[in-house]
């Protein structure tokens, strides 16, 4: 039985003979030597040998099967989408509206403005 033993060094460059155990690979190595394994320095490389399965019984899938929808339920839903639809479309028309009637209100300013001016300006000319 041989196992891989790893040094750890200290950083510099006095080299240490004292040899560490590295509690993590000895697990790995453990659980490896009932494999064919091999130790890199980069890691443990393993050779994996595929098998046909222990069963050849199928797993039983049990579900409920879904419920099919009455016709009131898909007449209701139908109602329902049309409601909302018919909602959302009041609610753009009155926004629709609300930016008209700004927009009236900003143009007859305007008007009432432009005129204050044209007063103003004849007055001075007077």
């Known amino acids: ?9 200290p950083a510099g460059n006095t ?15 453990t659980a490896a030597e009932a494999a064919d394994c091999e130790v890199k320095p980069g890691g443990v490389s393993f ?12 797993p039983e899938m049990r579900s409920t099967p879904t419920p099919s929808p009455s016709v009131e339920d898909i007449e209701n839903k139908l109602k329902a989408a049309e409601d909302r639809r ?13 930016k008209e009637k700004r927009a009236e209100e900003v143009r007859a300013k305007k008007a009432v403005r432009a005129e204050s ?10």
């Open 117 to 126: 001016l044209d007063g103003e300006e004849e007055d001075k000319e007077n």
């Open 86 to 98: 018919k909602s959302m479309e009041a609610q753009t028309l009155e926004k629709l509206a609300e």
């Open 1 to 9: 039985e041989t196992r891989s033993r790893f040094s750890l060094k």
């Open 15 to 29: 080299p240490t003979t004292e040899e560490v155990k590295m509690p993590e690979v000895e697990k790995q190595l």
């Open 47 to 58: 050779k994996v040998i595929l098998e046909d399965a222990k069963t050849s019984e199928a």
